[in-house]
């Protein structure tokens, strides 16, 4: 079955992209680099409290209903959870699970150092039983995330994991998009020479890897305009996206939308930014304005902060506080704009 995804990429690809081709995709994988405080908040309790696993994939069913995001990504054992419930049952959601985590998303997990070192590949997604029974249930689409470290062990390391990965998932017919981070530690590089040290990697690391096995699109740290531009512009067939990083604040979130599609990404992966949001469904809706144009980043904030008090929901921050721009990437391309 065709979903909206497939619409879109083939829009993409064909060159007849417009902004209602801008891609949303909400990651809701955290418990597969965190645990317990994975699930983020629900803000209706009185005081708010941490939602259980099963509050969660309520959450994660919720969403999927609304039918505005384009992908939903989860572990594999919530894809069962969810599966089970038919949440996806006649839906043009598209389900995609983590198919690996690096080392370097470990940090959520309290009380671990495993930040502190340089990110290595981890993989436990098993992918046979994933499409097994696809598409009644499972799924065929899987995140693949890597990170440099200017290390060579690590690195060769690095990528011959990917390298294993692809041979698999090529035997299973499984479809995978490709996530490159900025590196875990610093490396000793500006902001700039970061966005050109991933763009390089990126490129090189898919250099030998034919048509058949390339991801569907890529995934990737904004890392301001001049980066963007940069790895969209040198490969036509090359879908990129941008991923959410941080929660930040409300104005955080649109103005990530807005910048990366104006610069040329196709698709933005958010995951804190919408888990730890008091109103995701409503998030959400405005976030698919700002990228159809309709909207700008600070009205959408004003709008937001009007679905709060309908819902009588306490926001966060003030209306002020949540209109700021936090991320020193974004105040920079926002400043230049204006």
């Known amino acids: 079955m065709l979903t909206r995804l497939d619409r879109k990429l083939a829009n993409i690809r064909a060159g007849n992209y417009k902004p209602t081709d801008f891609i949303i995709a909400d990651a809701k994988d955290s418990d597969v680099g965190a645990g317990?405080?994975?699930?983020?908040?629900?803000?209706?309790?009185?005081?708010?409290?941490r939602r259980s696993r099963q509050e969660f994939i309520a959450q994660i069913e919720a969403i999927i209903r609304q039918d505005i995001v384009d992908i939903m990504l989860v572990s594999q054992s919530n894809l069962e959870l969810l599966d089970e419930r038919?949440?996806?049952?006649?839906?043009e959601v598209k389900p995609a699970i983590r198919a690996n985590l690096e080392t370097m998303c470990w940090g959520a997990v309290r009380h671990g150092v495993y930040t502190q070192t340089p990110s290595i590949p981890f993989r436990d997604a098993n992918l046979a039983r994933l499409v097994a029974n696809y598409p009644t249930s499972g799924t065929n689409l899987g995140l693949y995330s890597v990170s440099f470290s200017n290390n060579i062990e690590l690195d060769i390391r690095t990528l011959n994991a990917f390298a294993e990965f692809r041979a698999e998932a090529a035997s299973h017919n499984f479809k995978y998009f490709y996530e490159v981070f900025n590196p875990s530690v610093d490396i000793g590089l500006s902001r700039e020479e970061i966005g050109e040290f991933v763009n390089d990697n990126i490129i090189k690391s898919l250099a030998s890897v034919p048509?058949?096995?390339?991801?569907?699109?890529?995934?990737?740290?904004?890392?301001?305009?001049k980066a963007l531009e940069e790895l969209v512009n040198f490969d036509s067939e090359l879908i990129v996206g941008v991923l959410g990083g941080g929660a930040g604040t409300t104005r955080d979130t649109f103005e990530l939308v807005a910048q990366s599609e104006r610069y040329g990404a196709r698709l933005a992966l958010f995951g804190r930014k919408i888990n730890l949001a008091e109103a995701p469904l409503q998030l959400i809706i405005l976030m698919r304005a700002v990228a159809d144009g309709e909207m700008g980043p600070e009205e959408a904030v004003r709008a937001?902060?009007?679905?709060?008090?309908?819902?009588?929901?306490a926001p966060n921050r003030s209306l002020a506080d949540d209109r700021a721009i936090t991320e020193d990437v974004l105040k920079v391309a926002a400043a230049k704009a204006a």
């Open 86 to 91: 038919a949440a996806f049952l006649g839906s």
């Open 36 to 49: 317990v405080t994975a699930t983020g908040f629900d803000y209706s309790a009185r005081p708010p409290r």
């Open 304 to 313: 937001y902060h009007g679905e709060l008090q309908k819902l009588g929901l």
């Open 211 to 225: 048509r058949a096995d390339r991801p569907l699109f890529l995934k990737t740290p904004y890392n301001g305009p």
